[in-house]
């Protein structure tokens, strides 16, 4: 089996499990990995993942969501997207070794990015309180 015939797999076992949104995020984290498409999923190794990953974190630029965010090639993806990249790479292979087409998860060997320290956005103190005050009113 293929790396692509695998992928290709993993996707179909999503259809009525997940949301088409959902199988959509995996083709796409998982798209880097046609480098390999035809190459036997048993031969994949880290050092292969690694290559490719390491073409991610050195990519530089962004693609935007329309036309308010165009292409940015300033910088590279973000710690939040090369995540989204690493958890797609990890939850495939481990559905391969369920499977039992492989033995091991080759991700096992590569480091997961770390993530920023972003405080959550709080609600301002007065908008909480007038949304109690809304509850409490409608309780009544």
Same mark, same amino acid.
């Not at 190794?45 to 073409?55: H, N, P, Q, S, V």
């Not at 797609?88 to 070794?97: E, L, M, R």
């Given at each position: 089996?293929?790396?692509?015939?695998?992928?290709?797999?993993?996707?179909?076992?999503?259809?009525?499990?997940?949301?088409?949104?959902?199988?959509?995020?995996?083709?796409?984290?998982?798209?880097?990995?046609?480098?390999?498409?035809?190459?036997?999923?048993?031969?994949?190794?880290?050092?292969? *993942? /690694?290559?490719?990953?390491?073409?991610?974190? =050195?990519? %530089?630029?962004?693609?935007?969501?329309?036309?308010?965010?165009?292409? +940015?090639?300033?910088?590279?993806?973000?710690?939040?997207?090369?995540?989204?990249?690493?958890?797609?790479?990890?939850?495939?292979?481990?559905?391969?070794?369920?499977?039992?087409?492989?033995?091991?998860?080759?991700?096992?060997? *590569? /480091?997961?990015?770390?993530?920023?320290?972003? =405080?959550? %956005?709080?609600?301002?103190?007065?908008?909480?309180?007038?949304?109690? +005050?809304?509850?409490?009113?409608?309780?009544?």
């Amino acid at each position: 089996m293929t790396l692509s015939d695998a992928i290709k797999e993993f996707l179909r076992s999503h259809i009525g499990v997940n949301t088409p949104a959902t199988i959509d995020n995996y083709a796409k984290r998982l798209k880097p990995l046609a480098t390999f498409a035809d190459k036997p999923l048993r031969d994949i190794a880290a050092d292969d *993942l /690694r290559t490719t990953w390491i073409a991610l974190v =050195e990519q %530089k630029h962004r693609w935007g969501g329309g036309s308010d965010h165009p292409r +940015d090639s300033s910088r590279g993806l973000s710690p939040f997207t090369l995540d989204g990249y690493f958890r797609a790479w990890s939850a495939f292979f481990n559905w391969c070794v369920l499977q039992e087409y492989i033995g091991g998860n080759p991700m096992r060997k *590569l /480091r997961r990015p770390s993530m920023p320290n972003i =405080e959550p %956005k709080a609600i301002p103190a007065e908008d909480l309180n007038r949304l109690l +005050d809304e509850i409490r009113l409608n309780k009544r």
